[in-house]
């Protein structure tokens, strides 16, 4: 049975990958792994509403995966751990392994 803190770090866990558990989030912590961009550039990518972009990078920015600086009338965001990029590397090896088990399948 697991103990309370044990218990805690995993709901942490799981708050980390829930918040990133959406296309345009993963897009957005993708995209910030080539450098820092301002909201608007990011609005410009998604091709979404400023509210809907604002809300997605506040679930990212409330989970601990961005920083924030407001510069003038720009807010610009940067990753605050760039090791979460690994985790990409992970999901794409699963991927992978899963393709190829489906292709096994088939021939």
Same mark, same amino acid.
């Given at each position: ?11 942490? @866990? ?22 820092? @961009? ?32 407001? @510069? ?25 392994? @899963? ?9």
């Amino acid at each position: 049975m697991m103990d309370a803190q044990t218990q805690a770090r995993f709901a942490a @866990r799981a708050r980390v990958l829930k918040a990133m558990a959406h296309p345009t989030r993963l897009f957005i912590v993708d995209e910030l792994s080539r450098g820092e @961009r301002c909201v608007c550039e990011l609005q410009e990518m998604i091709g979404a509403d400023m509210s809907t972009v604002s809300k997605h990078l506040a679930v990212l920015r409330t989970a601990g995966l961005l920083l924030d600086e407001k @510069r003038g009338n720009q807010v610009f965001y940067s990753l605050r751990v760039p090791c979460i990029l690994n985790f990409f590397g992970c999901v794409e090896s699963v991927l992978q392994a @899963r393709a190829e088990h489906s292709m096994q399948l088939l021939g």
